[in-house]
């Protein structure tokens, strides 16, 4: 059995909000409390740049009521950050925590979060300081290697259907083209959601484009030349990484080729993508009514639309966390495995297997056409985001027509 150790707790969050990052958190606190060896729980403001810069707060004695009603509150109660540690940055963390006797660090973010977790882990074990560090994960992309699935994808994913659902009701009273485009640079787990709220037969989206499949714009003209042909109308979820044959994104041409932090080509911030796939219907397939939105931020941390399953199990993993840091002695990444027809058990993965790497939607989950998904996706995705609200149509017959012809 590892050693089992004495000292401070360090929990900070990274990267994007989610509607459900609060509960791991809560999660990491209320369960380290249960741990006489923990001396203090801080936690750090603005992820790893708190850190560096000792922005902690201290939540030992914070009451259960509050921590109650941060975890079901959207967003980073502690704040975040888009910095991406390299050797040195790492270092620097290392020698904050050393200087304040933290012994167990749990860092909630997605797999650069994890790969943070990796190398300070690797610096505390080069020179023999005992520190447990574990990497709880969060994303909404839903691209994190090994596990199951992430939290807060399942709350994302419930507000995209939501938005598509509410979308086709509208596209169906007065029809036209509706086009959404929705987050996901390099995995289309989260538009593939559009389609989790669908009900009758001839619901919207019609067409879900992924970048998991090369976009062609004349292809795509022909799908929603013929969804509109068979319907009158046409829904389209379109991911924001879609890209060419070559693998350039499409929405690149319209950002001047600015990158983030992580060196990532932005693709969001404007709603040019949507625009431009808008205009080229309207110019090309000479429909009239034809509209695009861009979800953008609404899709983290929408208030008010949570799964309920997201928030448990995202509460569930900060608590491992910590059973596995404080009671076992162990470093890694909490994942999670499908059970049955749907539960979920936990294990620890180790920090390598996720740090840096990211997955693709599974083959199975693509239509052949490469414009939608299959019923092996819907079986995936459905136990994730909960209940879904109901909606109906009108139950009455056609009157016969008795006026003149």
Do not use: W
């Amino acid at each position: 059995m590892a050693k089992l150790l004495e000292g401070k707790v360090l929990v900070a969050q990274g990267g994007g909000p989610t509607a459900v990052i609060n509960q791991s958190v809560v999660g990491v606190v209320l369960e380290a409390r249960q741990f006489p060896q923990v001396t203090h729980i801080y936690g750090a403001l603005n992820g790893v740049n708190g850190v560096i810069n000792e922005k902690f707060v201290d939540l030992t004695d914070v009451s259960n009521t509050n921590l109650e009603a941060v975890a079901n509150t959207p967003s980073s109660g502690l704040l975040s950050t888009r910095d991406k540690p390299d050797e040195a940055y790492c270092a620097k963390i290392f020698d904050v925590c050393k200087a304040h006797n933290i012994h167990f660090f749990f860092y909630c973010g997605g797999n650069d979060s994890a790969d943070t977790c990796r190398i300070v882990n690797q610096q505390a074990e080069a020179v023999g300081y005992d520190l447990r560090v574990i990497h709880v994960p969060k994303t909404i992309d839903n691209d994190l290697k090994v596990t199951d699935h992430c939290p807060g994808y399942g709350s994302a994913a419930k507000f995209v259907a939501q938005a598509f659902a509410g979308a086709n009701l509208d596209n169906r009273a007065i029809p036209g083209v509706y086009i959404a485009v929705v987050m996901g640079r390099n995995a289309g787990f989260l538009t593939a959601a559009a389609a989790l709220g669908r009900k009758y037969e001839d619901d919207g989206p019609h067409l879900i484009y992924l970048p998991e499949r090369p976009f062609s714009v004349a292809k795509f003209t022909e799908d929603v030349q013929a969804v509109y042909q068979k319907y009158g109308r046409c829904v389209v979820a379109v991911s924001e990484g879609i890209a060419d044959e070559k693998g350039e994104a499409i929405a690149a041409q319209f950002t001047g080729g600015e990158k983030d932090s992580h060196g990532n080509v932005q693709l969001s911030g404007t709603g040019a993508l949507g625009d431009m796939l808008a205009q080229h219907i309207k110019s090309v397939a000479k429909i009239k009514r034809v509209r695009a939105d861009t979800l953008g931020y609404l899709q983290r941390s929408f208030l008010g639309c949570v799964s309920e399953v997201d928030q448990a199990e995202a509460r569930a993993v900060g608590e491992k966390a910590v059973r596995y840091a404080v009671r076992h002695g162990l470093d890694g990444s909490v994942a999670m495995k499908r059970v049955g027809d749907y539960a979920i058990s936990y294990f620890l993965t180790p920090l390598e297997t996720v740090a840096r790497h990211t997955k693709n939607m599974p083959d199975e989950f693509i239509n052949e056409a490469g414009n939608g998904i299959t019923e092996e996706f819907i079986r995936y995705g459905r136990p994730l985001v909960g209940v879904m609200p109901d909606f109906q149509r009108l139950d009455a017959p056609l009157v016969e027509r008795n006026g003149k012809e």
